[in-house]
């Protein structure tokens, strides 16, 4: 009897550490989805470096409660899969919003973002941002434009007097 619960809190430990040292967590609802949805779903996620995992959701809203994310307990009814990514924040957000768009059974109900509970829409407006090279060369042509427009009007201004020289 007491090993049954010595692995009960040793998964409940794992499940805590895993909410501690993820910077993105997304808590899905996957009923619905057949075996091939599911296993097209969890290829994408550990592609991007994302953990995929079910676990009962007692021992999930203990290991929440644990690592101080209460607010997260109120999403975890029903069948559950979470996706834990400790290197890309949007990566499990934009495929998992990505895979529901494609997929109506798959159901995101909340998520935690760098420490934080969110809510669906915290989730999904995360995972409408570009990815981190497409804010990175946004950020680029905008540090860009102002040399660019420099440039040309300095350009604008020798080919005019080379006009009025000739």
Known sequence: M???????KQTVAEISDKFKGSVSTIVVDYRGLNVAEVTELRKQL????????VYKN???RRAAT???????????TGPNAIAFSTEDV???AKILNDFAKKHEALEIKAGVIEGNV???EDVKALAELPSREGLLSMLLSVLQAPIRNLALATKAVADQKEEQGA
């Open 2 to 8: 007491s090993s049954v619960i010595e692995l009960k």
């Open 46 to 53: 550990r592609e991007a470096g994302v953990e995929f995992k």
């Open 58 to 60: 007692t021992m999930t």
């Open 66 to 76: 644990e690592a101080g994310l209460e607010g997260l307990n109120e999403a975890l």
């Open 90 to 92: 949007v990566a499990p």
């Open 118 to 120: 969110a809510s669906v």
